[in-house]
């Protein structure tokens, strides 16, 4: 099940896998991204009319392209299907044929009646890799909920712990579940593309956003059934190390972390605080933990003697992990941010969209693969045609809308 690979201009470990992704909004496109990102074909499966959710979060919108949409969507190839018609069911059945993976986030109930539950969709491909995500996975009492990021990021107890101290829970403020939602779907792919590739067999992965963030609340869980308090939101100031947490100098808020005791006496040394390395009561982390509002009283008296800038300079040449709390029109000319190359300039927009580079460098893949986001049903024809059919089948199916070329919208919206 391989294809060509003369339309990426930079290939990848995964050169010839072919994925189906008929996910929307941001968990799966964001795991079919990371998959085209190592070089897979990845054919974007919309619906007629509007396409993914994502098309339309905005503003911002750069030349009628959501910000969002492009962020989730780099080296992908889109084709529009309605699955309300059976016309439109058999298109993708054929595409999912053809497939090595089958990526979707359809709500579990709908799975059999649209025919592409695991059973039946794995009894004409043993050797595909069927991956579900949902918001909390494919069985269970809730598993036909629908579920989104805040949903999840409430359910798991991650609001619960994250927010200034004495206020209300908060959101962590980016599409965490989703994100690592998609991190944990490509890891499981390419796993079960390893097995695939040594005995033959195919997959069914089941990934789910409350999971993610269960696993994101792995050690505050263990700690809470260990016999630790319930935490609540406190501003980062109850790690399990002491000292983890922000603090203000005489201009900017840094954070400082101090994971060792080596680091902790290196940090008092260059803070002119050795009467606290030196105090017994203080020497391991168990015992800062204890005293942490003393400790951290004093720090906050000493730093806020000196700017930001210079007690940064001082903390790196001590080797004292310490940062500024940077806004996002400092993090985007970081110099380290620059000097990787993590802003990827979406071709075609001048530098007006970028995207984010994987979280991964490959020493084979120098230069990442970035191939602007589809235009809606840009690529049907030629994916059509790539799977068997003939023009004039196309130009059909096109006409009963049970597909879409790029430009004609015959059809409503599908089935969401």
Known sequence: MTTSSSDRRVSGPLDGIRVVDMTTSYAGPTAAMYLADLGATVIKVERPGTGDDTRAWGPPFVDGVSAWFASANRNKRSLVVDL????????LQRLIQHADVFLHNTNPAKLSRLAIDPES?????????????????????DSDLPGYDLVAQARSGLMSVTGEKGR?????????????????????????????????????????????????????????????????????????????????????RIVLAIGNDAMWRRFCAVAGLDDLADDPALADNEGRRKHRERITSRISEALATR??????????????PASLVQTLSEVVEDRQVVARETLLPVPGTDGALVTVRSPFRLGSQPTPRNEPPPALA???????????????????????????????????????
């Open 378 to 416: 840009a690529h049907t024809g030629q994916i059509l045609a790539e799977v068997g059919f003939s023009e004039e089948e196309v130009q059909r199916l096109a006409s009963l809308g049970a597909v879409q070329i790029e430009g004609r919208q015959d059809a409503g919206e599908a089935v969401s």
């Open 84 to 91: 309300r018609m059976q016309e439109g069911r058999d298109v």
């Open 168 to 252: 209300s829970p908060q959101r962590v403020s980016t599409a965490l579940s989703d994100i690592v939602t998609g991190m944990a779907a490509a890891v499981a792919v390419n796993a079960s593309l390893v097995r695939r590739f040594r005995d033959g067999e195919g997959e069914v992965i089941d990934v789910s956003l409350l999971d993610t963030d269960l696993a994101l609340m792995a050690p505050r869980i263990a700690s809470f059934h260990a016999g630790e308090p319930e935490p609540a939101p406190s501003g980062g100031t109850d790690s399990v190390l002491a000292v983890y947490q922000g603090f203000d100098t005489a201009d900017r």
């Open 121 to 141: 969709v794995r009894a004409k491909n043993r050797k595909l890799i069927y991956c579900a995500l949902s918001g909390f996975g494919l069985d269970g009492p």
């Open 307 to 320: 700017t930001a800038a210079e007690w940064l300079k001082v903390f790196a040449e001590a080797s004292v």
